[in-house]
């Protein structure tokens, strides 16, 4: 089966979340921020999220009032604790008190008290228009709720609810939220299962083996196996140590194509065979091909399991592609068509976007052998907020080669006036993966994403940008090449590539023209 093909049969499904400490994993560096205000404009005033300033007591209200320049009561901080949760700390108290809720979720002060759930004091961030953020407090989706830090437009009440009323939570924050990170990395234990039901004769186990632990003895630049591929497209921060199961019955057949049965008649057939699941980090099962079925592939988004069958267990590509719903990476899409002005064509909502079309460049878009884009790389943790920095003024921006480290960035980002965000990377041919014919515009040009995350759901999806003007649904010309521009209506800034050779590029970016 041709890895474009994977579009049509690759099945991926959004997972209940499970406990935070199941989902953590060696942080990437959390960049420091510093203080600023929390803003609201409520009938043609801005207003300003203020702490009492009563240090006599171990709590305080807080409360919507006029904003005052340099009051510290009105700074406040959000500081990064890890899986794109923030403690929010007032600048006059200090990191000593929290804003936080209690037990019913049902109000919120600044509070000196550690008790109870550390969610109580854990919040996450959606990004809306340039500055503009939401923040729900962690504890009240774990009671069922999801509840923003919100005011009465009315008055200066300050408290949490449901989206919906109302009462206003968006607030402006002048400092640059960093992108959701949901770090996969460091070693990662992995049992690999290659099963059949009772019914049925077990299948040569050998190209399940080779496709996803690889053969022994050859060098990484031959070795086109899942495990290499997870090792070098995360630059050697992601190491999956595997565990082999051949020919293992699984016992009867279900009725249906039920995943979860398959799963547990594996994880049961596993104990038989002296492993424990529970002793790994992920679960890999290939089963033979079963009409029932109407996947190649199969996994949560984001989750700790993988399922293949038939051939297509065969190939490298359907086991990385579903690795990358289970590290939170929805099907990929594409965006063509865009109108030119002056030639340029002009990023905005007159393009066209096509969910799940093929993106060379994207292994959750059809890509196959492509290694992961940038922005997927920065999700999971395997590049920092400082190798791929936010574009925010007029200049020239150098980018290395992806997985080659040099002095410049791996990747840069900019911000959008609807929440998403822009990123941009620049490739070359290496092996065994990178494999693009010397003339393609992949390795020849900048090429650009526009990337949506959903924090609540721990995911994100990669839109693909074809560059060039009133293009059609191939993407073969999508990147940006040297001397051709891009102009991103929702940034408001152009790009333009001024140089681009085997050692890196250069972007030059500028505000539109009027």
């Known amino acids: 089966m041709k890895p474009e093909l994977l579009a049509l049969v690759c099945v991926a499904f959004l997972a209940p979340l499970p406990p935070a400490d199941a989902l953590a994993a060696p ?249 424990n699941p529970q002793d790994y980090d992920y679960l890999f099962v290939s089963i033979r091909q079963w009409r029932q079925c109407p996947w190649v592939g199969l996994a949560p988004v984001p989750g700790n399991w993988v399922l293949a069958q038939g051939s297509s267990a065969h190939k490298f590509w359907t086991w990385t592609h579903e690795f990358g719903h289970a590290m939170g990476f929805q099907h990929a899409r594409i965006r063509y068509g865009c109108p030119a002005r002056d030639g340029v064509a002009q990023l905005g909502g007159d393009c066209t976007t096509y969910n799940y079309g093929k993106a060379p460049t994207d292994p959750m878009g059809g890509g196959g052998a492509a290694m992961f884009p940038v922005a997927y790389q920065h999700f999971a943790g395997w590049l920092s907020d400082a190798d791929v920095p936010w574009i925010k003024h007029d200049g020239t921006y150098k980018l290395d080669p992806l997985w080659r480290r040099g002095s410049a960035a791996q990747g840069y980002r900019i911000r959008r006036s609807d929440g998403s965000v822009l990123f941009v990377e620049f490739r070359r041919p290496s092996q065994p993966f990178e494999t693009w014919w010397g003339a393609s515009p992949y390795v020849n040009g900048v090429t650009v994403y526009v990337v949506n995350y959903s924090p609540k759901a721990r995911s994100m999806t990669s839109t693909l940008v074809n560059t060039t003007p009133g293009s059609g649904r191939s993407m073969g010309d999508a990147p940006l090449l040297p001397n051709h521009s891009l102009d991103d209506t929702l940034s408001g800034m152009r790009l333009t590539v001024t140089l681009a050779h085997n050692d890196g590029a250069e972007l030059k970016v500028e505000k539109l023209p009027k």
């Open 27 to 275: 942080a990437p560096s959390l960049t420091e921020v510093g203080y600023a205000p929390l803003k609201m404009t409520v009938g043609g005033e801005t207003r300003c999220l203020t702490a009492n300033g009563d240090d006599t007591k171990s709590w305080q209200y807080v409360a919507l009032e006029t904003c005052k320049d340099g009051s510290r009561l009105q700074n406040w901080k959000l500081k990064a604790i890890g899986n794109a949760r923030y403690f929010i700390f007032n600048e006059y108290f200090g990191e000593t008190r929290y804003l936080r809720t209690y037990g019913k979720a049902s109000s919120i002060a600044l509070d000196s008290d550690t008790s109870g759930y550390t969610t109580m004091r854990s919040w996450e961030v959606s990004n809306g228009a340039l500055n503009d953020i939401r923040l729900w407090n962690v504890y009240s989706r774990d009671i069922g709720q999801w509840k923003t830090l919100d005011a009465d437009p009315q008055g200066q009440s300050v408290g949490i609810s449901i989206p919906g009323s109302t009462r206003a939570d968006v607030w402006q924050y002048d400092i640059d939220m960093p992108t959701p990170q949901f770090p996969v990395a460091g070693t990662k234990k992995v049992l690999v299962m290659a099963t059949h039901f009772s019914d049925e004769t077990s299948a040569d186990s050998t190209p399940v083996r080779d496709t996803v632990l690889g053969v022994f003895g050859t060098p990484y630049y031959e070795d086109r196996s899942a495990r290499n591929y997870l090792l070098q497209a995360s630059g050697e921060r992601l190491t999956a140590n595997m565990d082999f199961l051949d020919e293992v019955d699984i016992g009867e057949r279900p009725d249906a194509c039920n995943a979860s049965q398959i799963l547990s008649a594996a994880r049961d057939a596993a104990r038989h065979r002296e492993r």
